[in-house]
């Protein structure tokens, strides 16, 4: 099988489908006869430049924005498609938007939450075509910070459809970029300068910024092979990033503090890491540095003085590749691991990875069914006119589930393609005699009980060596993890077999069917 027909076998197993019922066919093409864009109780925003900026290949553009000064300030307006119109309850659309949940993304293709003729078309804010939005107005000060947010629905027009790479040259160097002299171009620069604030003021509330780098698992043009490829983010989309977080915690608040019952939440939470955790992860920074004989500033993390998210801001901007890009690496890590996961509730509650309570995700109406929900509760915010308290509590309650439900299966989307991925990678290695497979060369990014965690540096992917497989390449040892999680050693020995941020050399050894696991061999 090729690639694309192995992962479209996980979309039979996990009963996913790029087709939809006739009924919601049907029900397609009746909005798109009628789209209701001409509806007199939109207000008309058409002559604002709001511009979509997204990934260069996104057909779906859930989000458009237009940003300009108002006094010492600055209103920003952050239009979101008002998938909520299309996908009413009691539709078939709705029906199955709650049946799938979410979209769903593979390597090289998606199964969409709603057909495309909406997601891709009718409802997605496409350039030079009216759209019906749902509109955040913030009010901002001279620092960035929320003075007033209102929520309108109306009608918008994108003037065009911009990647992150565009914007960020624009802003990089403006005289040679092909959208210097636009009329938005001011916004995109207002854009940066709310977005540094933004920043600014999550940096003050002790928000931990973690340095990541995103990988993108793409088919070739033939689909028979992988192209593994790094993706440092613009400063554009961190920016971008924060008009979004604003949207969504603010909507959450206005809709908790509305005062009719009917208007009914969904929250994202996530509570703050058990301070357990916090204490374990300080011990280890000690060990880290003891071990590699490091300088305890800015190595080691004191609870007492320093916050984590100035600990991992102090920790140096090394060389990629060098051993200290390596420890940096490794350390981030085992800090993000010390936070819990997040959830959907009908309970508002503080959502620590993003700094803000409360927080709901109104941000992709046209790939989440919880966004679909949420943009209905504000549009009874905005009008006044409410459903039943207890069939909207029933409903809420459904929606919840679905939520969570779909981002454990997106998860197991993401496994199983994982498994795709490294069986077309690796299989080529098992043909070639020992001596000539490929060395891997990787840092040690966590030691647990029962495995040590590798990311490559080429293919730049995470992976899993299980003690049991790894024990045979040193001499049949009972390996175990000591000193938080710092060194890896054989039992009753203190001296280190392998140690966090190490670098590691590895080479395939085989595949085992009955674990179906890939056992690779540290080359010492």
């Known amino acids: 099988m090729t690639p694309r027909q192995e992962l479209e ?16 066919l049907a029900e397609t093409e009746a909005w798109l006869r009628s789209p209701g864009i001409d509806d007199a109780a939109l207000l008309d925003r058409t002559g604002l430049p709001f511009v979509t ?28 498609a008002d998938a909520s119109y299309y996908v009413r309850p009691g539709s078939a659309l709705f029906a199955e938007s ?8 593979f390597p090289g293709f998606s199964v969409p939450m709603l057909p495309r003729a909406l997601s891709e078309g009718l409802i997605s804010l496409n350039p030079d075509e009216p759209r019906r939005a749902l509109l955040f107005r913030h009010s901002l000060d001279s620092k960035g910070a929320i003075i007033d947010t209102k929520l309108e629905r109306a009608r918008v027009r994108s003037r065009a459809r911009l990647s992150w790479r565009q914007v960020q040259t624009l802003i990089d160097s403006p005289s040679t970029s092909p959208l210097h002299g636009t009329e938005f171009e001011a916004s995109l620069f207002l854009l940066r300068d709310v977005g540094r604030l933004r920043m600014a003021l999550a940096a003050e509330r002790g928000l931990v910024r973690y340095r990541r780098e995103e990988v993108s698992i793409e088919l070739d043009g033939e689909g028979l092979t992988f192209q593994v490829m790094e993706q440092v983010r613009d400063e554009v989309e961190l920016w971008n990033e924060q008009l979004s977080l604003m949207c969504n915690a603010e909507g959450g608040r206005l809709l908790r503090e509305h005062e ?31 071990r590699w004989k490091l300088p305890a500033t800015p190595w080691v993390w004191n609870q007492q003085t320093t916050s984590l998210a100035d600990y991992l801001a102090g920790l140096p901007r090394a060389t990629p590749g060098s051993q200290e890009d390596r ?10 691991m010390v936070n819990l996961r997040s959830e959907y ?40 006119v409410y459903p039943s308290v207890e069939d909207d ?6 929606v919840v589930k679905v939520a969570n439900r779909s981002r454990e299966t997106q998860r197991r989307v993401q496994d199983l393609s994982n498994e795709v991925v490294l069986r077309r990678l690796f299989t080529p290695e098992l043909k070639k005699p020992r001596e000539q497979r490929t060395r ?18 080429s293919p730049p992917l995470d992976m899993k060596l299980y003690l049991y497989d790894l024990a045979p390449f040193f001499d049949g040892a009972w390996l175990e993890p000591a000193e938080e999680g710092v060194i890896l050693r054989a039992r009753g020995k203190t001296e280190a077999v392998l140690t966090l941020g190490q670098r590691i050399t590895l080479v395939l050894h085989n595949f085992t069917e009955k674990t179906r696991r890939w056992v690779f061999a540290p080359v010492k």
Not at 9 to 24: D, K, N
Not at 53 to 79: N, P, T
Not at 393 to 398: G, I, K, P, T, V
Request: aromatic fraction near 8%.
């Open 345 to 384: 509730s009908t309970e508002p509650g503080a959502h620590t990875g993003v700094g803000a309570e409360p927080y709901a995700r109104f941000s992709a109406p046209m790939r989440e069914m919880v966004g679909v929900f949420l943009h209905k509760e504000a549009m009874e915010f905005i009008t006044c």
């Open 260 to 290: 009719h019952d009917a208007v009914q939440p969904i929250y994202r939470v996530q509570p703050g890491p058990e301070p357990e955790r916090l204490a374990q992860l300080a011990k280890l920074t000690e060990f880290m540095a003891s």
């Open 98 to 105: 709650m049946k799938r949940g979410a979209s769903y993304y």
């Open 53 to 80: 900026i997204d990934g260069e290949h996104s057909k779906d553009l859930d989000q458009a924005l237009f940003v300009r000064r108002e006094g010492d300030g600055y209103l920003v307006i952050y239009a979101i």
């Open 327 to 336: 420890l940096v690496a490794a350390l981030t890590r085992q800090s993000v």
């Open 440 to 457: 891997f060369t990787g840092t040690i990014m966590g030691l647990t009980s029962n495995k040590v965690h590798v990311r490559l540096d």
């Open 393 to 398: 509590e029933a409903l809420r309650a459904e």
């Open 9 to 24: 076998a996980i979309t039979v197993a996990l009963q996913l489908s790029v087709e939809f019922p006739p009924e919601v």
